[in-house]
């Protein structure tokens, strides 16, 4: 059997991705802050784009022209691509019928949505001095007559975490720097000395230390307390009294001095503001009963293309290259004008198909909450479940009992006893905290007793998944709360 290479014509299709394509799948799934901070960019960058809270403001055609020859590319590039459109990631399809038990409203993709005045989002830190400035300041006063000691400090100050704490060993920085571990130590005993009191330290015990040290209150019961922190946390305050020496109420007030204090004096000078969470959804009950959901007007940008100004500058441009980009800046601008109204639809109808099926949460509780997934979504509005993933991701929605992630309202099933309809794992969760909750001081409930109380009520439900929802709530072990109310009524 010869071989030999000859050439061969095959004609086939494929799908590629534009550039447009993939910007507006990036949209979809971003946050509020994310599409702020990107529209503002193109904002910059586009002459053509106008935001339509400001006045409009034309630029100049000088710039337009020479930001054109900036723009220009070397080279044109074939590339074979399939012109999609936004609509074919976001359908524009409108939802099924939700019957006559619920209302639900569409505004907030244009004018009239809603407002935030009744969230009180305007709170906010002002701007304050660093920890490293404070420190870096603090250093330079006193140890301005010794360099050698200066450096050793700032090498200090690089190792500090936004707490304050020191990250690095002293036999760590005394290698890197050449010189002998006594230097370090001494050198850090003064830094420990500096304002706010317990930067610089090593542990939590010694942060505290340092503190109670600087209000002399630091007695030979308060350093045995300190060098058994790990039995304080696990609530042996009965053990703790007899090895410090102290009674019942001796321990409970060097517990009290100790909870004075601050464990994390760096975070003070945190000079980041505080952001609010800002709702995407808003959903509010109807005067005539179900629900009206409605987009946040207060994070949805409003840009306007400005055509008068395009028809206007392209006839006074002669250059091909000047064209090309006032071209090329008019598509941009007419896609993201429509892919963030795309985007707004898909998010509210996906906010709708949410409230429609967890009816029953903003009615009652997080007890009737139900099993969904992206797939039950996806099939509802007649979009891919990859779509309902990224317009769930990084959205939250405001509700009459708080604002929540969409993703909070996808959760898995458990399945029910004797054909029932399944259950939500958050319900199943909720319960179980409940029954936590009230258990009796003289009867702590174990996980099988939990499982049998369960099972009773329609939940079939392993004692190991009881087991891990307590771990992810946080709760301890009937063993655990058994001996921490024995300690509380020993008290």
Known sequence: MALSAKLQLRQTQSLVITPQLMQAIRLLQMSGLELERFVASELEQNPLLESSEGEPAAPDEAEVAASATEAAAPED?????????PADVFPEDVPPSLGQASTYSSRGVGPGGGSLDGFGIDQSLPATESLEALLARTI???FSNAPADRAIALAFLAELDEAGYLTATTEAIASRLG????????VLERCQALAPTGTFARSLAECLELQLAERSLLTPAMQTLLANLDRLAAGDRAGLAALCGVGRDGIDALVATLRALDPKPGLAFSHDPVRTLVPDVFVRSAPTGGWIVELNDEVLPRLLVNRTYYAKIVTRVSGETEKKYLADCLQKASWLEKSLDQRARTVLKVATEIVRRQEGFLKDGVAYLKPLNLRMVADALGIHESTVSRAAANKTIATPRGIFEFRYFFTGSIAATSGREAHSAEAVKHRIRKLILEEPANAVLSDDAIVAILSREGIDIARRTVAKYREIMRIG????RRRERRLKEAS
Do not use: H, K, Q, T
């Not at 590039?77 to 459109?85: F, L, S, T």
């Not at 072990?477 to 655990?480: A, D, H, K, L």
């Open 179 to 186: 010189i002998p571990p006594a230097d370090v130590e001494r």
């Open 477 to 480: 072990s009937s063993v655990e």
């Open 77 to 85: 590039v074939a590339v074979a691509e399939v012109d999609a459109d």
């Open 140 to 142: 330079d006063a006193v």
